[in-house]
């Protein structure tokens, strides 16, 4: 008896909701599609892309430093006496830490980079989100979902996209509707790779006192990085 009230309550829930879901409205915009066509997102993917060349031409000048450091080094190293070896290969050592150290404050996580593309992109993507809330309110869309982002639509009916209405609220319509924007340097940023820096230039292992080191860093034995 107690299992038919259940099934019962559960019929009568679902005949309930079933028009309100029914009634439910929603659709999908492609963001990265709505932010190719600003042209202030443009304008910061640029300048974001100026600052990283800047910064990675830096860390390039500092590791020819670090290169010259060495050099000097293994052309003097028969005639400097023990504690003037020790002296400079902690020299070495320091500005290999210290590259690293630079490297990672732009390019790491969190780093100069991360901030400064959060501070000239989050405008853009206020207005957008604001643009979509919008739009959301005006065709009363219970959801609205991002096609460009994390989740997975196998398949989508253009009759809930509402990206042209999104364009159309930001002031960016096109007569052709939900024509690809140009895709390329404009949408996104890459990271440069980490320049083969000090630990290419300087291995950690070479003892302190080789007479003839190899393409090495030297350190003392007992120092520990």
Known sequence: MRKLLTWMMAALLLCVMAPVAQAQKFGYVDSEFIMGKMP??????????????NWQKDIESQKKDLDKLYRNYQAEEVVLTEPMKKKRQDEILKKEQDIKAYQNKIFGFEGQLFKKRQELTKPVQDQVFE??????????LAVVFDKSGDLTMLYTNPAHDYTEFVLEELGLAS????????????????TPQAPAGADETVAEDAPAKAKTPARTTPRPASRKK
């Open 40 to 53: 202030a997102y443009g304008q910061a993917q640029q300048e974001l892309n100026t600052l990283s060349a």
């Open 131 to 140: 643009a979509i809330e919008k739009v959301a309110k005006k065709k009363q």
């Open 175 to 190: 007569p052709e509707r939900n024509q690809a924007a140009q895709k390329g340097a404009v949408n996104t940023v890459t």
